[in-house]
């Protein structure tokens, strides 16, 4: 079965600082990996995928994400973070031979401090 | 190019009562996903349709049902509410060839009372 863990539901970080957001993942199959953000009273908007070509992931609005398979993570990292990114954060997981089903972390909310 | 829809954004129910949600997938996509957001918690899968049909299902009870329409748009049908169903319910579309990238709507908030 699979299963996605984010390490700490609440991270902090000053306006300039560098996010790591930390994910690690289950899956007995070659995964796909997924970053989403959610602002408070929005919907989930995507922001990076792996889908098994570069291990390295750049996404929208500075951030990039990792795939180390031998560690089982695919950290997210902004080497600057703004004010704007303050929010919460989903890790996801799916495979090939499961469709779309998209298995979600518990979050990390992410506060920026000025 | 609108993005995914859903209505109502917000709806207020008492238990043993029925809801209908609905969605609109992004233009060009045709498989339509449904997720339960309890508050404070990652998105569960609830199930998926394609071509008018329920393709996969996660673990969720039969009093959660669905129906895709001929233009992909989907409704989720929740029968007998619970206090227990009260969440963020968000619907996200993507393509049969790339179902995985999901591109999710806003979400219809449901309290149940």
């Known amino acids: 079965a699979q299963s996605v863990t984010q390490l700490g539901s609440h991270v902090s970080v000053s306006e300039g600082a560098l996010v790591l957001l930390r994910c690690n993942y289950s899956s007995s199959v070659p995964p796909y990996l997924f970053w989403y953000v959610q602002y408070p009273n929005q919907g989930l908007q995507l922001l990076l995928k792996?889908?098994?070509?570069?291990?390295l992931v750049k996404g929208i609005n500075g951030f990039e994400a990792e795939f180390k398979k031998s560690e089982t993570s695919f950290h997210l990292t902004k080497p600057s973070a703004h004010m704007s990114d303050a929010a919460e954060y989903f890790c996801?997981?799916?495979?090939?031979?499961?469709?779309?089903?998209?298995?979600f972390g518990q979050g990390t909310e992410l506060s920026v401090k000025p | 190019d609108a993005g995914v829809t859903q209505s109502p954004t917000h709806l207020i129910k008492t238990r043993g009562q029925q809801v209908t949600l609905r969605c609109s997938p992004k233009s060009g996509h045709d498989t339509v996903s449904w997720y339960q957001q309890a508050l404070g918690q990652g998105p569960q899968f609830i199930f998926q349709y394609y071509e008018e049909e329920e393709r996969q299902r996660g673990n969720f009870p039969d009093r959660f049902s669905g129906h895709q329409f001929p233009n992909y748009s989907s409704e989720l049908n929740v029968n007998a509410l619970l206090l227990g169903d009260s969440a963020l319910y968000l619907c996200?579309?993507?393509?049969?060839?790339?179902?995985?990238?999901?591109?999710f709507g806003p979400g219809t908030r449901l309290l149940v009372l």
């Open positions: 996200a579309s993507s393509t049969d060839r790339d179902q995985e990238t999901q591109y």
């Open positions: 996801a997981v799916a495979s090939y031979n499961q469709g779309g089903k998209l298995i």
């Open positions: 792996y889908t098994s070509a570069a291990t």
